[in-house]
């Protein structure tokens, strides 16, 4: 294989790519922006060296801890469970929640054999353990696993005394939240739910 | 800057990739498909290192001469004009051209100062001149600034006694030859007219 055609292969990895864009994004790379390409590999190597999980939330941080788990200023007492960062970051850009996160690994898929275990489910039960936590608000997607992630995490935290609430189902069904408008998240949050 | 930040900004350089895109393509990468963040700055590296321009047709190459170059077995009294790699690939994808190819590096552009000089065409009249090519297929876009090209280009092969033709108007007007199907792409080289 050449050159070219490994790039193509390597570009459709990303998600979102076919064939022919990453055709096009190779050639634009070869033909226009030998820099960007540059820069786009440095970017990747450093990313995959430096960006790590928090060890408190599981975000992606480079530091120990993620710049929310080490803000004081926050309300200890709420603790949001999302399932990516991006829905984090989708959560954050509402401006209207002022705890603190944990971050799940996906969301519970029997189908693909993603379990309790894989997804962080314990670490989540320990972190929302530390005695200041007083609500859990489950953030995760209102797709079918989405729901059942929340629902075994809501079961999971009443067996030990802890409160769990739901986003309200202003999130549309069936979408996920990272691609939900900001007002929408915002309200749902307002309208959360006892589980 | 974080080296997240870093990650998709530099993804934001890539053709059709938006803000929003990147930032997908980010967190998949460092969440789920870290060998394929590896693999992809690689075959960046790989091919920003070994991919060369054909010394006589000016496609991609990795070697001096691109494997259609020395195919000794093409029409040499055929030469195809088409703007980039990636028009040279779709007119090799239609199976229905037989001669060489000289690329240029994209078009005739006055308002961004792209002239015939930055596209090449002083080689493409050397590379024509070489006592064998009977007949120059002008394969650019058929848009506004393609047609100019052409233009410009016939204009200067007929002053030195060389006879062009330009694909058919097969081709939708206003489109690139690259999205165009290879159905039409076959017909206009057939229909192709003298200029
Ligand atoms: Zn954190
Ligand atoms: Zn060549």
Redesign the interface.
Known sequence: M???D??I???R?????GQK?A?????????H??A????????????????RHCERCHT?S?TPLCPICADRHRDARLLCVVE???DQ?AMERTASYFGYYFVL?GRISPLDGVSTREIGVDQLLERAADGQVEEVILATSFTAEGEATAHVLAEALRARGLRSTRLARGVPVGSEL?YVDLGTIAHALVDRRST
């Open positions: 050449t050159a070219l490994q790039l292969e390597a570009l990895r990303l998600p979102g790519v864009s055709q096009r994004m190779a050639y634009h790379l070869l033909q922006d030998r960007g390409a540059d820069a786009l590999a440095r970017a990747l190597q450093d990313a995959v060296r430096n960006v992606f480079e990516s960062p991006a970051a690994q990272e």
